[in-house]
């Protein structure tokens, strides 16, 4: 039985719960506003959770002259891997370098810059390699014998939305799933809006509209204003490959195509190496995003001309695809244009704010900068010493040292995780791994009471027990397979075919037990 209230009022509406979305609503319920976030489907479903998983700078945006941008984002990386060490990691790039595409006194150049636009506490600055002798060399063709190191991080992305969504309710927002937002009524000192979905209306009266629809952005704004707006946005899609792991180590690739494009090859969950992304220009429906087949023997060649393991399309074992809302630019290609944010404020009757582009890098001062525009919009300039909290807060399980962002949370994870495993020495090893690297300090609310596997409940599929499902359900919006194997874990990447169809029956069996 569905218990949502039928009727909420608030200070600010955010449609939209991709990171943008989250991230807003995480700040402004903690500066004390009164918060309603909806997402037509699931949290991080569409384009937040179809990002090359990486918190970096950009350096690719350098040769662009994007120097704000990329300036912006490396202010912000380790602030981002210091708030969710759990979730966020440290890695280092190689970049093997191709004589016959930038030159090598360029990409010192561009190294030097990014290892100094910002400051940087933590990570390791650039260096140069011998591929000849260093471990990253033996998976790479033979005539890649020299290269350049650098530093950025890497996300679990979808979880990094459903953090956010979790810090938010856990200071007052209300956040509603599988809930899409009618055309909204605006008068002059507020909105009225109906959420409907899965045999529900709710109806929201906010003070401000907050629109974080992403890809769908120029449209809600449309239904909501009649009017097209005054930022177009230019939609690019990007699409993912996932092969059998093409190297040993943990270091990452960052690989020049020909064309002038940069392609990362990540090692990922263990056994599988993650290889994108693709820029083109998308002009589909939105709801049904997926990667081409010209994509896929495009990422298929680039791995090729690199690496000495050779795959084939028919080698993909899965691949995903997002399309970004960019800022339109003028951009010549889609590769080109900017990865930057705009706000878009609108103070004609109630106060609207439209947000465009932005990547996940940037999300937390994106939010920061939104919250301090809704602050004003609504009279509530005198919260301004609230402003820039999140700078100085862990997101839910990062606090591994206490509750602000601390260093010692990224360096030292495999201390804390160690002293953990002790705690629960019952579980198996890989088990315990990924349950301090999903959940961090939040591990202890999944296992509290628990003592053996058999108090767990039942193994609906392999590595995954009932209390983790209850979890999932009860604290962070998973209604069914998708959301729990593909975007809460990428348990499904590890699954044998038929998983999620027993998972869903398992799901759908619990819920009406429930009901009942």
């Known amino acids: 039985m569905d218990d949502t209230p039928k009727r909420y009022e608030c200070d600010v509406l955010i449609v939209g719960g991709g990171i943008n979305g989250a991230a807003i609503a995480r700040d402004a319920a903690g500066r004390g506003l009164r918060v309603v976030l909806c997402e037509k489907d699931d949290l991080a479903q569409h384009t937040s959770s179809a990002s090359s998983k990486l918190i970096h700078g950009g350096l690719r945006y350098l040769e662009q002259r994007q120097f704000g941008l990329v300036r912006k984002a490396l202010a912000e990386r380790e602030t981002l891997l210091s708030s969710a060490p759990h979730i966020m990691r440290p890695l280092r790039f190689v970049m093997p370098h191709d004589a016959g595409a930038r030159p090598a006194w360029m990409i010192r150049a561009g190294l030097f810059l990014y290892d100094r636009l910002a400051r940087r506490e933590f990570l390791p600055g650039s260096q140069g390699v011998d591929l000849r002798t260093h471990p990253a060399g033996a998976s790479l063709q033979p005539q890649y014998t020299r290269g350049f190191m650098y530093s950025d991080g890497w996300v679990d992305d979808a979880r990094l939305v459903v953090l956010n969504a979790l810090d938010a309710r856990e200071r007052g927002a209300v956040i509603l799933t599988h809930a899409r937002c009618n055309p909204p009524q605006r008068h002059p000192d507020g909105w009225n809006a109906t959420l409907e979905g899965e045999g529900r209306h709710v109806h929201v009266t906010a003070r401000c509209l907050v629109n974080a629809a992403g890809p769908w952005a120029a449209r809600f704004l449309h239904g909501a204003t009649n009017a097209a707006g005054g930022q177009a946005l230019r939609l690019i899609k990007g699409s993912h490959i996932v092969v059998p792991r093409l190297f040993e180590h943990a270091h990452a690739y960052i690989f020049q195509h020909p064309d002038g494009r940069i392609v990362f090859a990540l090692p990922y969950e263990g056994a599988f190496t993650l290889v994108g992304t693709t820029d083109v220009d998308f002009r589909g429906e939105l709801d049904k995003v997926a990667i081409s087949a010209e994509e896929t023997v495009y990422l298929c060649q680039l791995v090729n001309r690199y690496f000495t393991r050779q795959v084939t399309p028919a080698d993909v074992l899965w691949s995903y695809a997002g399309v970004r809302p960019l800022v339109e630019d003028a951009a010549a290609s889609a590769a080109t244009a ?179």
């Open 338 to 516: 900017t990865r930057d944010f705009r706000l878009e404020p609108d103070l004609a009757g109630a106060p609207l704010l439209s947000v465009f582009g932005g990547k996940i890098t940037t999300s937390r001062k994106l939010a920061e900068q939104a919250v301090d525009w809704i602050g004003q919009a609504l009279g509530r300039a005198g919260h301004s010493h609230c402003a820039g909290w999140t700078e100085q807060a862990c997101l839910p399980g990062g606090d591994l040292y206490g509750p602000r962002p601390d260093k010692r949370g990224v360096l030292e994870f495999g201390a804390w995780s160690a002293r953990q495993a002790g705690r629960y020495a019952w579980l198996p090893a890989p088990l315990f791994e990924r349950y301090a690297r999903a959940y961090g300090t939040r591990i202890h609310l999944l296992l509290a009471r628990r003592e053996s596997l058999a108090d767990m409940g039942p193994e609906v599929l392999p590595g995954l027990y009932a209390a983790e499902i209850d979890y999932l359900m009860q604290h962070e919006w998973a209604r069914s397979s998708a959301d729990i194997l593909w975007r809460r874990s990428k348990l499904g990447l590890h699954m044998a075919p038929g998983s999620a169809v027993r998972l869903d029956e398992w799901i759908a069996a619990r819920q009406g037990a429930v009901a009942i």
